[in-house]
Nanobody, 121 residues
Framework: QVHLVESGGGLVQPGGSLRLSCAAS????????MGWYRQAPGKQRELVAL???????NYADSVKGRFTISRDNAKNTVYLQMNSLKPEDTAVYYC???????????????WGQGTQVTVSS
């Protein structure tokens, strides 16, 4: 199975920056897309950013121009650089990977445990 571990969350002031990391490990045959989602209290989980194995990216409108997603395929790691943070960015951020554990199964989603990001003065 695929195990994801997020790190880099914390408390920052508005306008500050954080860099989240997510490393995938386990019985990984292949990884396609990797992404970041977030969920604030009382709200639905939403897609923040997505990156394909080829490097194509997609961002939520609310974070375009402020967040940058990247990946290191050799390390099976995805990053989220968050700049110009706003209080409304406060949420638990979850790493997601679209992966295969063997050539006999289709791609499926795996989730990390989440890391808290709090933006407050």
């Amino acid at each position: 199975q695929v195990h994801l571990v997020e790190s880099g969350g914390g408390l920052v002031q508005p306008g500050g920056s954080l860099r989240l990391s997510c490393a995938a490990s386990g019985s990984i045959f292949s990884i396609n897309a990797m992404g970041w989602y977030r969920q604030a209290p009382g709200k639905q989980r939403e897609l923040v950013a997505l990156i394909t194995s080829g490097g194509s990216t997609n961002y939520a409108d609310s974070v375009k121009g402020r967040f940058t997603i990247s990946r290191d395929n050799a390390k099976n790691t995805v990053y989220l650089q968050m700049n110009s943070l706003k209080p409304e960015d406060t949420a638990v951020y979850y790493c997601n990977t679209q992966a295969q554990v063997s050539s006999l199964v289709y791609l499926r989603n795996y989730w990390g445990q989440g890391t808290q990001v709090t933006v407050s003065s």
